[in-house]
């Protein structure tokens, strides 16, 4: 089993950077790629990034491209996701998953395995 929790989601204001992090702990060497998503009010889960491990392959939704960056520190094993710029309808809960099947980058929720409770990130003019 592994658990993700996030953090470093709040408040900020449109233009600004913020960095989510993702601690994972439990089965983590087996898991081999991780991904960010999230849930504005009112609307379904969407993708943000995804990150392959081996090989470093990303990719990015064409609402964040250009803004964000999807990482991993291979020291403490924590996921991150910068995003820069940001903009009124980044306004979100953002999920950090991560899979243990997966060795290609991909979009779709039902192939991650893990998933954290969620971090509110609200961006206000």
């Known amino acids: 089993q592994v658990h993700l929790v996030e953090s470093g989601g709040g408040l900020v204001q449109i233009g600004d950077s913020l960095r989510l992090s993702c601690a994972a702990s439990?089965?983590?060497?087996?898991?081999?790629?991780s991904g960010w998503f999230r849930q504005a009010p009112g609307k379904e889960r969407e993708f943000v990034a995804a990150?392959?491990?081996?090989?470093?392959?990303?990719e990015y939704s064409d609402s964040v491209k250009g803004r964000a960056t999807i990482s991993r520190d291979h020291v403490t094993g924590t996921l991150y996701l910068q995003l820069d710029t940001l903009k009124s309808e980044d306004t979100a809960v953002y999920y950090c998953?991560?899979?243990?099947?997966?060795?290609?980058?991909?979009?779709?929720?039902?192939?991650?395995?893990?998933w954290g409770q969620g971090t509110q990130v609200t961006v206000s003019s």
């Open positions: 990150h392959v491990w081996l090989g470093g392959d990303t």
């Open positions: 998953a991560a899979t243990s099947r997966r060795t290609s980058v991909t979009t779709s929720a039902s192939d991650y395995d893990y």
């Open positions: 439990g089965r983590t060497w087996d898991l081999k790629a």
